[in-house]
T-cell receptor, first 114, second 114 residues
């Protein structure tokens, strides 16, 4: 199967608990951030995004928090379910660097115990 | 249903052979991208295209080539010059490259060496 999860930080949670996945981004000039979910053998799936003029954004069962002071992004998943098991990674866009392209983190593997 | 289709899902390359990975989107997006994913690493950008008949090198373009003759299609050729082609290749698209909009991904092609 897909080996994208090898050698990644792992977060193990009990079904029904809340999960918090963290991401430290690299550039203080980055103005846009995205969280993706990647299941084994599949492409990344968009979860939620946030612009730098916001501190918090909520979706269905997910919340993204942005702390620009310490360049930190987090994804909170409420009432975690077995179907949430996947690799989660963040992406940032620095309009002045990397040709304005997205820069992707390495990811965190979320494992949900039933 | 709108989306991005990558084919084939699995591909094997012989020594000295060029192989082409297909990517088609029906989202009417202007921008398209090719990424390479290796275990435990973030996505790395190979090539991107902002519009038909235009494409630019990303961070790891050596050994790869692309074309963008149609808006919906962005094939990637892995040439014999790419000495370490074994990886998971992901195609993505977005409305425009520099707008703060998410990239949407296909389900990838896994390339291996015979």
């Amino acid at each position: 199967g897909e080996s994208v999860g090898l050698h990644l930080p792992t977060l193990s949670v009990q079904e029904g608990d809340n999960s918090i996945i963290n991401c430290a981004y690299s550039n203080s000039a980055s103005d846009y951030f995205i969280w993706y979910k990647q299941e084994s053998g599949k492409g990344p799936q968009f979860i939620i995004d946030i612009r730098s003029n916001m501190d918090k954004r909520q979706g269905q069962r997910v919340t993204v928090l942005l702390n620009k002071t310490v360049k930190h992004l987090s994804l909170q998943i409420a009432a975690t379910q077995p179907g949430d098991s996947a690799v989660y990674f963040c992406a940032e866009r620095n309009p002045g660097g990397s040709q304005g392209n997205l820069i992707f983190g390495k990811g965190t593997k979320l494992s949900v115990k039933p | 249903d709108g989306g991005i289709t990558q084919s084939p899902k699995y591909l094997f390359r012989k020594e000295g052979q060029n192989v082409t990975l297909s990517c088609e989107q029906n989202l009417n997006h202007d921008a398209m991208y090719w990424y390479r994913q290796d275990p435990g690493q973030g996505l790395r950008l190979i090539y991107y295209s902002q519009i038909v008949n235009d494409f630019q090198k990303g961070d790891i373009a050596e050994g790869y080539s692309v074309s963008r003759e149609k808006k919906e299609s962005f094939p990637l050729t892995v040439t014999s010059a790419q000495k370490n082609p074994t990886a998971f290749y992901l195609c993505a698209s977005s409305i425009e490259r520099r707008r703060n909009q998410p990239q949407h991904f296909g389900d990838g092609t896994r390339l291996s060496i015979l």
